[in-house]
């Protein structure tokens, strides 16, 4: 947020499910986010047609399949017309999904995540890899999706 939605948005509202977390964010953007939000995605509920960007960064790792469809089907609803769905995460671009015990998350494939897309009835309208991510790291990317026409 503090170093990319702030500069392009005029309002951004910051969801975050640790208190702490948050606390820190409040701390250090306070004046120019809009507001503070301690929820789960699954427990967010924003306001339909209320968002021209919803920005999904390293959340949907810790959610099973079934929480991230009913997300993104959550903010296909409240985003305003022409408005993006932005998720951007540790893809697996070559094998399988990983899991990561010690933290609790789930790397998915690509193709993986291109399925849960669509199934919350979102289409993709632009992906990038990260380039400038170390190697022997899970790459990263991101999609930038839209409502099904």
């Known amino acids: 947020s503090e170093g990319l939605l702030l500069d392009f948005f005029n309002s951004v509202d910051l969801v975050e499910a640790n208190g702490r977390l948050l606390e820190v964010a409040k701390s250090r953007l306070s004046g120019r986010a809009s507001s ?18 919803v920005w999904i960064q390293w959340v949907f790792l810790h959610l099973t399949d079934e929480d991230v469809v009913g997300f ?10 022409h408005g993006l769905v932005c ?8 094998g ?15 193709q993986q995540y291109k399925a849960l897309f669509l199934k919350a009835g979102l289409e993709l309208q632009m992906e990038v890899r990260q ?3 170390p ?8 999609y930038a999706l839209q409502p099904c026409a």
Request: charged share 25%; aromatic share 8%; proline share 6%.
């Open 72 to 81: 993104l089907r959550k903010a296909r609803r409240c985003l305003k017309p």
């Open 87 to 94: 998720v951007k995460d540790n893809v697996v671009l070559k």
């Open 36 to 53: 503070f939000i301690c929820s789960s995605l699954q427990n967010f509920s924003p306001k339909p047609q209320s968002y021209d960007v």
């Open 131 to 133: 380039s400038d991510w």
């Open 135 to 142: 190697r022997g790291l899970i790459p990263v990317k991101s």
């Open 96 to 110: 399988g999904w990983v899991a990561d015990r010690a933290v609790n998350s789930i790397a998915r494939t690509d």
